[in-house]
């Protein structure tokens, strides 16, 4: 789990994610394995100016929890929108300037 998380964290510079700890900024994916599953992939037409891409579902994941709101129950969106863009740590910055 560390390299889906705190690794990858680490490795972006965001200090305020990747373990489960009080301040931190924690999603979670409650999953039922049992139910685990993905569709076909779909090209579908949703992207800017009408371009293409391709989507592909999934089940079994019962709900997706962002910065403390359920964001997902049962592959259905809540409307909560608690994200936001992220664009790199600081140390990301600075390793890309060089």
């Not at 076909?40 to 009408?50: K, N, Q, R, S, T």
């Not at 592909?56 to 709101?69: F, L, M, N, W």
Request: charged share 25%.
């Amino acid at each position: 789990m560390r390299l889906q998380t705190r690794n990858t964290a680490e490795s972006y510079g965001l200090a305020d994610r990747g373990t489960p700890q009080v301040g931190k900024k924690v999603d979670i994916n409650v999953i039922d394995f049992d139910a685990l599953g993905i569709g076909a992939p779909e090209m579908v037409e949703d992207l800017p100016a009408g371009g293409r891409g391709i989507v592909q579902s999934a089940t079994g994941y019962r709900y997706t929890i962002c910065s403390g709101e359920t964001t997902f129950v049962d592959g259905r969106h809540t409307g909560a929108l608690p994200g936001k863009l992220v664009r790199g740590g600081a140390r990301n910055h600075a390793e890309h300037r060089s």
